[in-house]
Nanobody
C-alpha cells in the first residue's frame, strides 16, 4: 500500500520560507509522480506542483513568481515542497499525492493521498 505522509507544516511568518516533506512508504514502482495540492476555504482545491521519478523535472500549475520549488529524493522516497516569500494566500492545508506513472496535467489528480499538513501564515 502506498502511504504518503506529510510533515513540516505549522505557523510561519509572512515573508518567510517553509519546506514541506512528503515521505512515501510502499513505493515499489519505477515510474511514479509525487505532487502537492492545497485546499483553502476561498479557493478550494489547487494543484501546486508535481515531480516525476523518470526525469525529476518539476512541474508547476501556477508559479509565475517562482515561489514554489518541488524536489525529489528517490533514495528516500520523499518529495519536498519549498515555499519562499510566504504570503497570506499560502494559508491552506497542503496534501501530498502519489500518481502512476506520471503527473496528471492539472496536478490535482493522484491515486494515493496523505492526510495533509496545515500551513498558516501570520503577520
Amino acid at each position: 500500500e502506498v502511504l504518503p505522509v506529510e510533515s513540516g507544516g505549522g505557523l510561519v511568518q509572512f515573508g518567510g520560507s517553509l519546506r514541506l516533506t512528503c515521505s512515501v512508504s510502499g513505493l515499489t514502482h519505477r515510474h511514479y509522480a509525487i505532487g502537492w495540492v492545497r485546499q483553502a476555504p476561498r479557493r478550494g482545491q489547487e494543484g501546486i506542483a508535481c515531480i516525476e521519478s523518470s526525469d525529476q523535472a518539476p512541474l508547476y500549475r501556477y508559479n509565475e513568481q517562482g515561489r514554489f520549488t518541488i524536489s525529489l529524493d528517490k533514495a528516500r522516497n520523499a518529495a519536498y515542497l519549498e515555499i519562499d516569500n510566504l504570503k497570506a494566500e499560502d494559508t491552506a492545508r497542503y496534501y501530498c499525492g502519489v500518481n502512476f506513472p506520471n503527473c496528471e496535467s492539472t496536478l490535482t489528480q493522484y491515486q494515493s493521498w496523505g492526510q495533509g499538513q496545515q500551513v498558516t501564515v501570520s503577520s
